[in-house]
Structure formats: C-alpha cells, structure tokens
C-alpha cells in the first residue's frame, strides 16, 4: 500500500492535477459502522474508495447531512481517527497516518537545490505563507534494517500543523501485574529528548516530526526499543515485562535524592518494607513506633497513645487511612500501633509544609495508603508472636484488573492474664483487634476504583469495678479518573467514627454505663493539571461534617442510684477551596504555592450559651441562652491559609529549603490527662470556643554522599500557635453541659533543630536523629483565673528538648543480622508539690507552678536477632525469624510521677510501663 502511494505521488506531482470540484451530498445514518457509511457515499456520488479494511476497525458512527460539501462531510467522519482522504478524478484514495501532497512546499528544499541567479522554486515546490515553517512527513521502509525493531505510527498529519515537535504520552505498566511503573526512562536513541514516568506511569516525550528510534532504561523491567513514526500528538501505552538477573546484593531505590530534589520541607517517608528488623516492644512492627525514631516526632512518654510533632499537641495531628480519618490508631493505651503494617504500602508524614490539599490541623498529616492487591496471584503473609498474630491476604478477584487485600490482627492477652497466677490480675481483661479490606479495580487505562474499610476494637479492665470499650470504623472510596493527558480527577468519599464506653460496678449502688460518639463524613474532589513541564497545578475542593456526641451516663441496673445525663448532639460543618502550584523556575529552582480557603460553620440544633464579654465564663456572668434550630448557624469562621515552599539547588545533591504555613483547626481535645487517652473526648469550635491557629516558619540544608548512600540534613523552625485549648485547675471535662466554662484558651510557642544521618545502603546501613526543640504555653488574662503562672510562658506537657533516636542494622550474612534501637529523651515537665500545711490533723500540699519539674529522663536500648529463610525461589512460603529483647538494660523509665496523703504524709510514687527487659521471638512467613 505505501510503494502505491508513492507512485500516485509522482504521478499527482507530474500531472497537476486540477482542484476538486465542490459534491454536494444528502446523507443520514445512525450507529452505522463507518465500511457501510462509505458504501453509502460510493453509492449516492459515483466516487469510488481505495483503503484497506483493517484500518476502518469496528468504529461506530451517526450523523445527519442535508446539501452538505461532500469534503465537509469526510472531514466529521474521519475525525477522531487516523486517517486522510485524497480526491483524484471519481476516485477517494485514505490514507493512515499521512497525507498526499499534490506539491511540496518549498521549505522542504535544502537552499542549494534552488538556481543561485533566479527566485523561482522547482515546478513542484512553491512556497506559500501558510506552509513556510511546515516540513511534510515522509517515511521509506527499508527491508535491509540492521535489526529487527517494530514500527508504530503516531497521530494523524495535517497540513496546517506548524509545530516543530509532537508529544507521545502514554502509560507504562507490568505487564503481569498491570501496575504502573514509576520513574522508568523513555527516551531518544540519540539522547537529545527524554522522559521519566511519574508515580502512576505516565510519560510525556517531544519528538520531531518523522521517524525517531524510542527506547526504556530501567533496572527492574525488561527494556524495549521501538521505531515510531509520529505525525501528531498521539499516545503509545507501553507493557513492560520484570528483568531477573542473578546479582551480588543490589538495593535499587528510585527514591535515594528525594531529600535533596523534592520541593516540600519537613516531609518524612517510612519504608514499610524494612522496619521488620527494627526491635520494638513484644516483636511487633509499628509503623507509628518506627515514626518516633525520625526527628521531630516524639510521645510524651512509654504506652502513650498519641504523638507530638514540632511542639504540637496530640490532637493537632490529621491521621489518615486511606483518605479517611482515624481519631485513635492505637491498642492498649499506645503499646500497639492499630495499623496494620502488612497491608500498608506508603507512609507519608508532613511535618513541615503541608500541601493544600489538606487542612483541619495545625501540626502534621500522617497519610497512610493501603497497597493495592495483587490482581494476578494470590499470595499472603502471616505474622505469630507471643502476644498477637496477624495475617494479610491479597486475592486477585478478576485477572489483570481487580483485587482484594484482608488483613486482621488480634490478641490472645486474656488467656495470658487468665494463665497468670496473680490475684490481682485474675478479673482483668486486655484484649484487641483490627481488621481492613481494600478493593482495587481498574475500569480501564483511564479509570480505578479504591474502596477501603477498616475496624478496630479494644477491651480492657485493669481494675476490678470498671471494664472500657473503644473502636473505630472508617470507610473510604477513591475513583482516580485520567480526564485527558494534562488532566487527572479524584473523587474520595469517607466516613470515620470513634467511640468509647465505660461500664462501671461497685457495691455501693452507683453502677452505670456511659460512653461518647464523634463522626464525621467528608465528601472531596481534587484535580491535576500538568500544564507543562514548569508548571504542575493542583485544586479542588472538600467539605465534612462533624456529628459529636458529647456524652451520656444512665444506669446499670435497678438498684443503681445514678440519674441519667445526656449532653445534647454538637453538629459542624467545614467545607475549602484549594489550590497549589508547583513551579520550576529552572534547574535550580522549584517552587510549591498554594492557597487553602477554609470555612466552618457550628450548626444546631443547639442551646448556646451566652455570656458577658470580657470577664471569665462562669455561672453569674451567664447573660442568657441562644436555642438554635436544626441546620441553622451558630457561628461561622472563614480563614485564608497560605502554603509556600521554595527548594534551591547549589549542587544536584545539595541543597537548601524554606517553607512557611499557616493553618486553622476547628475541633479540639478536651483532656486533662498528660497524654491521649481512649476516654479523651473532642469539643468544635462553636460561639464560645474560637478555633486553634498556627504560623510555621522553617529552614533546612540537605546533603547526599557517597552516590546518595549517606544523607545529611538540619532543619531549624519556629511556630506560633494562638487559641490552644487548656483547662483550669480541677477541671471539670466529661459529662459537662457547660464546658466552656472550664477550659482557657492561650496561646504557645514551639522551636527547634533537627539532625538526621542515614546510611541507606551496605551490610550496615540505619539512622541517627537528633533534635532539640521547646514547646512552650502561655495562659493570661485580665483576671486571676484566667491566669496560669502568672501568665507567663511554661513547658507544655510534652516539652522535652533533647530527643536522640539511633536504628542501625548490621548484616552478617544474607540471612543473619543484628538490629538495635537506642533513645534518650529529657524527662518531660510535672507539677510537683514544694511545701504543705496542716490546718488540723491531715495535711494539705502546696503546688509549685504548672510544669515547673521534671521527672527523670528517659532512655532505652532494644536489641534484636533477625534470621532470614533461605532465598530458593521455588517454595511454598518465604520465613523470617526475629528474637528481639526490648529494655536490653532493664531501665525502670517513670511514666509518670504523683503524690498521695498516706497517713498524713504525702507520698511521692512513679509509675512504669516496662521496667525489665522483654524478650520475645515472632515467626513470620510469606507465600
């Protein structure tokens, strides 16, 4: 077919032939198959057509022409395809790809060719003013090529297309599991244009018009190499098989620059796949423990649930599980991370500049993505401790396009305390589990669908009289939608809840149940503009509601003498606008901007009390009560919030960045305790209580050594905090109806320098962190009881300022190593009494100021032996054996430290968690 239309060109070339005469024609058809609709135009014009059957496909097509120009009509009807017509006398000649000149343009001349004393072109090459700067496309096929390559044409040639350079884009994936392959290069086999795919695959390559040689480069996937003759814009996904070679010990992270190269400060990455060596309490991986190794992120103590990032509170942090939030991702008070480690595939922690996407929380995002299931074989990993056992299964539901993952972990620490000959402990209870499922399902090149649910429970009476229940229940759904190749859509729904409840037996006829709600349902639509290659714009927008149930107690039996309380429904709205931009300048330079609209809205139905402006709230400067009705506004908020990061690049594994972020939260914490707890309940901004704000400022300097094997980094921050939530003496929080009467609102400062070295790659490889921060609240007001120090700044709960975290691995063999994990941290602040007096026969102790002490600081040091199973490819299950000791030198670290009158003396006591070493052994395997 080609030798043809290379003879119908000389043969056009040598005839001139004349210009076509306008057909009109009458045509209408619907859901036609185009091979008929040309049979239709042969039959009503007398034009005969010449093209090969293979190229018309099955494509479907209708429309509707009445006096129509029959050139017209072929236009629409070849539109979106890829192929050209030609008239020549009662003949139509298609084309694929390429076009059939009647004359060449004269740009398509080199000058030489031209007569040195005479303007005038050859014959056949006139140049017009719309073809100047247009070279056609011409193809030869030659049958003495040096090697075997395969020959793909792109898009579709048009003559009025000026463009010097087309864009091939498309999609590279497994071909056996038919996951995108990110950062693989696809380029030019003369080097001159190239390309690297994103974290979805996707690839963008300008090539010049014609034919280009176009090859991948990657270590883990089989390279191809093809010819490709493009025309136009077009796109050419790509399949590419694994590559297994036999090597000495090869660690390929395509990750290894990102400290140096990527725009945003402050951001941590864990590496789900290797905390496994990392000895931590009762052999279990946790993730979130992992995290309080990296610098800037601490808990205020051993079993405390909750974390602190850069001076922040516990409540101030956005956890989230697939898009959906988690309000408490621990088991047993904080001793167990409720994420399940095998069914995690990326962990991502903002501690500096949040991206604007999200918003709700001052001081960090933890956003935790479920790795999808694999969608071709089912395999598995099974965990068994002495304590707990977990399991994770991936079943692939339809080949190459859909998958599930289950994952469930549970305790057996009842039969533990049951077995335990200690009298004490004989009615105590401790038990948990967890359990998600994630479905993945690819519609097709353009379209996934990502639903994820998750449940947690937890049970637990250490004493006698009182039995606790918590649990979470989130569910997600993500449809990741590619619009076109510069546009990409997301639409995430989910819901999250939280509960707890208490059921407490005495003998004095005050038993009775109570418990506590807050859900909140979020419904968000981001978008992605890849406008260029400087510019990568994202935008959307989000909105939630707030459900609270502050509390309720009724009685637990008959006999029971408490009278029940219900606080009334709390009920809020916050709904935002974003959008960001991140801006390569040049090579140098990079830039991310973005700019958050957030508004909230406390609704009713609702009795607001009112109160007199100025003075402390309390019961005689009550002015009134507002009822509210269902739906309507009580209060509203609306803040900017700006997110700014700037990256400069001295050398291409040095460099430098700031950031700068200012954030709103509109739901707080009510506790009194030093640290999270499961009784812990959450109050929303309302007429009374104004939402929490924060400034964050930082700057940093990052170093690659060594090939990137070594990273080095500092990063210094200052952060101001206004309206953070505190409470008064012997307050009152649970089960309140007029809370806001017992809670101040201050304001805090944090500061701080972080140092991280990581080794990431040899037979020694880990990291040592070190950071020094304060975190520092002040609450002053006109009157004495708003008053805490003299309104002077103080350490908060969580202040501790030196913070040292050391992992390292050694690997003996390839099966044998040794794993270690050292902390030391300053004891956090207390209140302790400095003095007493005696009014009559007992004692009252006397306070020094709020966080005044400390108490003794803390260190640790784990210990672990990791044996790998043998590497033989051809086994049911792959085995991993890891004998650990956690409190290696058995330190007695205080959790927290209070004083009794005993006698009429007052008595100093500390409580520990672990005050002896704990050995443990857990067998895992995977198949």
Not at 74 to 84: A, D, V, Y
Not at 364 to 385: R, W, Y
Not at 638 to 663: G, M, Q, V
């Amino acid at each position: 077919m080609r030798v043809f239309l290379a003879v119908l060109f000389l043969f056009c070339s040598a005839f001139k032939l004349s210009a076509q005469e306008s057909t009109s024609i009458n045509l209408s058809f619907e859901e036609a198959q185009i091979d008929k609709v040309i049979m239709m135009i042969e039959d009503q014009t007398g034009y005969k057509f010449f093209y090969s059957e293979e190229w018309l496909g099955d494509r479907i097509i209708s429309g509707s022409y009445n006096d129509e120009d029959l050139e017209m009509v072929l236009t629409e009807i070849f539109n979106g395809t890829n192929l050209n017509f030609y008239f020549l006398k009662d003949q139509i000649i298609l084309t694929r790809n390429n076009v059939i000149y009647e004359e060449l343009p004269g740009s398509f001349y080199p000058e030489k060719t031209r007569d040195s004393t005479t303007t005038e072109m050859p014959v056949s090459a006139k140049e017009t003013p719309d073809d100047r700067n247009y070279q056609p496309v011409f193809y030869r096929e030659s049958k003495t090529v040096s090697e075997e390559m395969e020959t793909i044409y792109i898009g579709k040639e048009e003559k009025a297309n000026q463009k010097s350079l087309f864009k091939l884009s498309g999609i590279v994936t497994n071909v056996e599991t038919g996951l995108p392959i990110p950062n693989l290069s696809v380029v030019t086999a003369n080097g001159k244009q190239g390309s690297v795919t994103n974290e979805e695959g996707y690839y963008e390559l300008p090539l010049p018009a014609g034919a280009n040689i176009v090859e991948t480069i990657s270590l883990g996937s089989l390279d191809i190499r093809k010819r490709i003759v493009i025309y136009n814009d077009g796109r050419l996904d790509l399949s590419l098989e694994e590559s297994f070679e036999q090597l000495g010990e090869v660690l390929v992270d395509s990750e290894a620059d990102r400290n140096v190269r990527s725009v945003i400060a402050g951001v941590e990455s864990i590496d789900v796949s290797q905390i496994k060596n990392i000895p931590l309490v009762l052999g279990e991986r946790d993730i979130l423990k992992v995290a309080t190794t990296l610098p800037g992120i601490t808990t205020a103590g051993e079993g405390a649930a909750g974390f602190n990032v850069r001076g922040g509170k516990t409540d101030q942090n956005l956890i989230l599980l697939d898009d959906a939030v988690i309000y408490n991702p621990a088991h047993f008070f904080g001793i167990f991370s409720g994420i399940n480690p095998f069914t995690t595939g990326e962990v991502d922690i903002y501690k500096g500049n949040i991206p604007a996407e999200y918003g709700g929380r001052l001081s960090s995002v933890f956003d935790i993505k479920t790795k999808d299931a694999n969608t071709n074989k089912f395999t598995g990993e099974v965990s068994l401790g002495p304590v707990t056992s977990n399991v994770a299964l991936e079943i692939p539901i339809v080949e190459d396009k859909s998958g599930l993952i289950l994952g469930g972990r549970s305790t057996y620490s009842d039969w533990i305390l049951r077995s335990l000959d200690d009298e004490s402990l004989a009615n105590s209870s401790a038990s948990f589990y967890d359990i998600i499922a994630k479905y993945n399902h690819k519609f097709n090149e353009k379209t996934n669908l990502r639903t994820t649910a998750y449940y947690s429970r937890d049970v637990f009476s250490i004493t006698s009289d009182s039995l606790f229940r918590y649990s979470n229940l989130i569910f997600s759904a993500n449809l990741d939608h590619k619009i076109n190749e510069r546009n990409n859509m997301e639409v995430i729904l989910s819901n999250s809840g939280y509960q707890f409840d208490i059921d407490y037996e005495s003998q004095f006829n005050n038993n009775f149940t109570s418990g506590y709600k807050i859900n909140e349902t979020e419904a968000k639509i981001k978008m992605n503009y890849r406008h260029s290659a400087a510019h990568n714009i994202e935008y959307g927008l989000s909105t939630k509601l707030y459900l609270v149930d502050p509390g309720e107690i009724s009685p637990l039996g008959n006999e029971s003498i408490i009278r029940p309380l219900q606080i009334d429904r709390e009920q809020g709205s916050e709904s935002a606008l974003f959008i960001s931009d991140n801006f390569k300048v040049n090579d140098e330079l990079l830039i991310s901007a973005g700019l958050r609209y957030s508004l909230y809205a406390a609704l009713g139905p609702k009795s607001q009390n009112t109160y007199e402006e100025g003075v402390p709230r309390n019961e005689s400067t009550l002015t009134g009560t507002r009822e509210v009705g269902n739906g309507e506004v009580i209060e509203t908020y609306a803040r900017p919030e700006f997110r700014f990061s700037a990256r400069y690049s001295f050398l291409p594994d040095f460099s430098a960045k700031l950031s700068y972020n200012n954030t709103y939260q509109y739901i707080h914490t009510l506790s009194n305790n030093t640290t999270i707890s499961p009784t812990d309940t959450y109050k929303l901004t309302d007429l009374n209580i104004k939402p929490q704000q924060a400034k964050q400022y930082s700057l940093g300097l990052y170093k690659n050594f060594d090939d990137n094997i070594y990273e080095f980094s500092v990063e210094g921050y200052y952060k101001e905090s206004d309206n953070i939530l505190d409470y008064k003496v012997g307050a009152q929080l649970f089960l309140n109806e007029n809370v806001e009467t017992e809670v101040l609102q201050g304001d805090s400062k944090a500061y701080g320098v972080e140092f991280l070295l990581k080794k990431s790659e040899g037979r020694l490889n880990g990291w040592l962190g070190y950071t020094y921060s304060r975190s520092l609240l002040r609450l002053d007001g006109d009157f004495r009881e708003q008053r805490v120090n003299n309104g002077e700044f103080f350490p908060a709960n969580f202040d501790k300022p030196h913070d040292v975290s050391l992992v390292a691995n050694y690997k003996l063999t390839k099966r044998f190593s040794f794993s270690t994990n050292f902390v030391y941290q300053t004891g956090r602040p207390v209140t302790i009494p400095v003095g007493k007096f005696n009014p009559g026969n007992g004692q009252i102790p006397v306070y020094s100021d709020r966080n005044q002490f400390r108490i003794p600081d803390y260190y640790r040091l784990d210990f672990s032996f990791n044996v790998e199973g043998n590497h033989k490819i051809e086994k049911f299950a792959h085995s991993f054996w890891n004998i650990s000791v956690y409190n290696v030198l058995g330190r007695n670290n205080p959790y927290s430290v209070f004083f009794v009158t005993e006698d009429g003396d007052i008595q100093a006591y500390q409580s520990s968690i672990f005050s002896i070493p704990i050995p443990t052994i857990t067998y895992n395997f995977r198949f």
